[in-house]
DNA sequence: TCCCGTACCACAATCGATTGCGTCATCTGA
DNA sequence: TCAGATGACGCAATCGATTGTGGTACGGGA
């Protein structure tokens, strides 16, 4: 079972393989007359002819390859940002390829390494940090690259997040509403935007609400459960007065609720609990837990449909910034300030 | 900032192009002098060569892509599994290309037609239904695959998973020296493997401890938290006596936890609950779930491993059936019959 | 000294499709 | 009727790496 080649059809068209390309190519179609073209088609169509996708992509350095760059598959904010991406790519004819970083810098440089020389047409990176080398290469490099979820400072690539500091508002609002007024803030950490952000919002919300001013934000070392669970003890220890806590993200609010449990403080009884991304299942927390939900397969998809406009060349100009609306999910972790 | 070809080595090394695809390729690195290939090793280091696959392919008749398939990749059955498989693919050489079936066949079929035709070296799948054409047709067509997870009837395809029998086994012998002598088993969908499995393994180890016969197993239409708690529903309205429920996999206990909890019956006081797969912070629900762990990352390894040597050509023979050692994480889900 | 085997390497074909360029035939208009 | 324009297509180079074949230099044995 021999593959049908180019060759093979235009031999069978009785014509020049360089013709039946050109025949079957929508781009260069009209350079061939009508009559050629059905000859061709018909044999194409006939010898059960599937052009090779490596053969093409190593003449016209183009591979149909999407490269998306997560730091951590397992972590349950990606998955949904990856299906969005993906459906928006294959309607498109392109192939997904997924990496996973490990959250090393090393790792991250080599694959995407890997995949440029593979011929990748373009990434969708959500490994962003705040100042990062390798994506202002790739900016400089001029390869079509698109940022979801986390941004960098020099804004040099079109991004696609949440809106953020919206989010922290709804968060701050809604414990104020309910009483509290001694508020902190344990972020993500503060080479990421959304460490950076969420932190900058929430010290622009309490102010606004003109709550005492804010010793009560600190940076988490990472999005985890234990960097929460440190920070919140850390927190607990310097005896500092609080009654509610946002927390960077859900890990982070997991790490809180740790931490709480074992300085023997109720949640939501003692202290308000609000994460971030609101992780599938929260509902089955004890307690459930308040959390601002992200448009996250709306935003990997968006990252597609952005990255596909510039590597098909339709759209060059200034990178955009795009913020996807949010929205808090009140839940049983935040309670009336007693 | 153009790429470095295997030309520009050869030229700094001072040798034909051919000797240096030799020198760096360890197959055919004995042909070269131990000189030569040093200085070709040391001349692509220093400038940096990265050999450009697509080139590579289109001589060789290989992608070095390797595909997964899974159904939904939200679900966090499936990220371990990826990322365990994107180790060893990379670490040899290769490239993961993930694609979301989306639970539907028609997707899944397209999806893989899409990789086949762009050369795909070969496939793991999450996807096998227990009678499945299109990996019949695959198996047939003699493209390397590899099931990981979910098995066929009729095992034509090397396949990894978790020991599931034995998962079970340790469930039932749990809730048996807990007291319980009224057990269901809320299963999975039976034209998947892992739901007949765990059912027939159920049935086994319930009468093993000379239970009273089972009309207490129903499977559920699907691994959701909706066919979960339909089913519970259905089994409460049943009105058969049952203090416990060894769950087809977590999101059916949380299902059933749903539907406990609006029938008004407590868990773990009136009903113990027992999942499958120990999803990610379960210790964190209300209350925290007893389940069984597969060693997820460690399956997607040991398949990539497996279809690797396939690929390559290293192993034929029959299709080997891998099952990997499981554990059960007992929280407080379960407790001793009243 | 001559011959032959061996080791090492260069040359060029090859994988399959794309594409710039050249050629031929046909058509138009003067 | 002929120059020039136009359309349709063939030719061959090209992408970058791999690999079968052939050639050269060196060594050892007679």
Chains 1, 2 share one sequence.
């Not at 053969?55 to 940002?81: E, H, K």
């Not at 079509?144 to 609002?173: F, H, I």
């Not at 994460?275 to 992200?294: C, E, I, R």
Request: with cysteine.
């Amino acid at each position: 079972m021999q593959r049908i080649k180019l060759a093979d059809v235009a031999r069978a068209a009785g014509v020049h393989p360089g013709t039946a390309s050109r025949a079957l190519n929508p781009e260069t179609r009209e350079q061939v007359s009508p009559a050629t073209v059905r000859r061709v088609a018909r044999a194409a169509q006939r010898l059960g002819y599937v052009p090779n996708p490596v053969a093409r992509g190593l003449r016209t350095a183009r591979s149909f390859l999407i490269g998306m760059v997560v730091p951590d598959v397992t972590n349950p904010l990606f998955p949904p940002m990856v299906r969005g991406a993906e459906k928006v790519l294959t309607q498109a004819g392109y192939t997904l390829v997924l990496t996973d970083t490990d959250n090393d810098a090393a790792t991250e440089r080599r694959q995407i390494e890997l995949l440029r020389a593979r011929g990748t047409d373009g990434f969708i990176v959500a490994t962003a940090r705040w100042h990062d080398d390798l994506l202002a290469e790739i900016a400089a490099a001029g390869v079509p690259a698109v940022l979801v979820n986390r941004n960098t400072a020099s804004a040099e690539l079109p991004y696609v997040g949440g809106d953020e500091r919206t989010g922290v508002r709804l968060a701050v609002d809604h414990l104020v509403a309910l009483g509290h007024r001694h508020i902190a803030h344990l972020g993500g950490p503060a080479d990421t935007s959304t460490g950076r952000e969420r932190a900058a919002a929430f010290r622009q919300s309490v102010l606004q609400h003109g709550l005492p001013a804010t010793d009560l934000v600190w940076a988490c070392a990472a999005y985890t459960e234990e960097a929460g669970a440190e920070a919140a003890g850390r927190l607990l220890a310097s005896a500092r007065p609080f009654t509610a806590v946002v927390a960077g993200n859900d890990l982070i609010a997991f790490g809180v609720l740790d931490a709480l449990a074992r300085a023997g403080r109720s949640c939501p009884g003692e202290v308000s609990l609000i994460g971030f991304n609101d992780m599938p299942h929260l509902d089955k927390l004890a307690p459930p837990l308040t959390s601002v939900a992200l448009p996250l397969a709306e935003m990997g998809a968006q990252a597609a449909r952005i990255l596909l406009s510039r590597v098909d060349g339709s759209a060059g100009g200034p990178p955009a910034q795009s913020l996807l609306g949010v929205e808090l999910k009140v839940r049983a972790s935040t309670a009336p300030v007693t």
